[in-house]
């Protein structure tokens, strides 16, 4: 039964034999036949031959030729074969004559063949170790997720050289003044190669497209960063990191990531690798993120106005009241006989006055409301706190509480945005006026206070004496919608961090050592342009 069942599943494909010759592409079969033609001359030769020379070492020649299109195993079965037609040489020509010389030349030419074998053998080997490095380099540069482009940058590099030889030091001045250097640069650049993603990134139709020149793809800010790269190649740098934007086929933009590896200064730059990593959407969901907190700080800004509508009703109607005192005061001057005119002209002065005050109080508070982008402008530190101040006041004497301010003199100026720093500064006054209602058995006082700190630097510090800040509180008092009030929403110290590091500062809170807590923020300092 078990030979019946093996008879009808039918006959069993026998396993493959081994080849050992195997003819790769680009070995043509003249080749084959020229090395067997060449062991056929050298085995005559070597039989027929009065030459007292070790003809067979020439076999070594056929071996080396065999590891073009033999295996490990073929190799070893042509290093045999020499062998074989040396020794079977040696016996036509010689007998069983062992002594003399055509002995002593017959085991030169089998020393040489089998140590041209175990050559021949350890060089396939290497090469064979070489190919499948270059076959996965291959798989891995065309597969990569990631864009990746070999450039040729050997014109550049001496285009850089010979700036070098010309005694230029000041490779951005003379960048910024030869613009025309830079746009020669880009042409010097050959893309050697790019994978399929560098392909589909630039919109090509196909990988000739994509390798044809940087220029159809550089925008004015991609020109830019290269004039940086070229700055790193000058000053020897290993490497060049930076974000840009490039144009596709389409004219499409892209904004990217680039990384450059630069070979060591002994090396020839003509095989520069470049990755590219499309961030276009990473941007525009960094622009989405941006226009949320701008929302919810434009929220944040109304709700705060809410809570100082005392404080503005107060200071609006100051000047009003000014107004309308010094418009009567003007009545009874112009009544009199003769009318004086001197004190209605003072009068009148005062009214202007106090109308101009009224009305930066109202655009202030236009500013505070509304809603528009940051404006970067060099600041007055102090300027804004005192403005804050005037803002807070009717507040603070609602609360009880006793607004100092300690302010630094001759301060730096501040780059940042007016109304952003203005807000920051409102909550945190208004936090600490709440911090302390609770308080009756010393001075409710808030203290605003501004300082140098370290070198570029302004520390400003908002300190209340209330009962501090818990312990279970302070690692997410900067969370959004965490909040210890009741009836508050939790946003105003979540926008003051997103505001303060938008501008590369930090801000923190700590208890102070008797009563209440400080928020500290650190910003830097508005650079001269030079």
Known sequence: MALQSAADSGPTTPPPRRRFLTIPAGVSKVRIAFAFALAAAIFLFDTISPAGIAVAVLYAVVIMMSVDFCDRRGIILVSFGCAALTMIAFLIGHGLNFDGDPMLRCMVSLSAIAITSLLALRSQRATAILRESERRYRNIFQTAGVSIFEEDYSAVRSALRTLKQRGITDIRGYLADHP???????????????????????????????????????????????????????????SFEYETAIQTADGDRRAILMAAIFPPESDSYRNVLISVLDITERE??????????????????????????????????????????????????????????GEVRACIEHSIAEGRRAGAVVQRLRDLARRADPQIVALDVNEVIEEVALLVEREATEHGVALRLELGSSLPLLHIDRIQLQQMLINLTINAMHAMETVIDRPRQVMVESQADAPGSIRISVRDYGAGIAADAMPRLFDAFFTTRQEGIGLGLSICRSIVESHGGRIWAENNADHGATFHILLAVAKDKE
């Open 284 to 341: 525009r969901a960094q622009r989405a993120l941006e226009q949320a907190q701008s929302a919810l700080a434009h929220v944040s800004r109304i709700s705060t106005l809410g809570e100082l509508t005392a404080s503005i009703a107060h200071e609006v109607n100051q000047p009003l009241a000014a107004i309308v005192t010094n418009g009567e005061a003007s009545l009874r001057w112009l009544n009199r006989e003769p009318p004086e005119l």
């Open 180 to 238: 025309s250097f830079v746009q020669n640069c880009v042409a010097m650049v050959q893309i050697l190669d790019v994978n399929e993603a560098a392909v589909r990134l630039f919109g090509a139709r196909d990988k000739a497209q994509a390798i044809s020149s940087l220029r159809h793809y550089f925008l004015p800010e991609t020109t830019d960063s290269f004039r940086e790269q070229l700055c790193a190649m000058f000053d020897g740098a290993h």
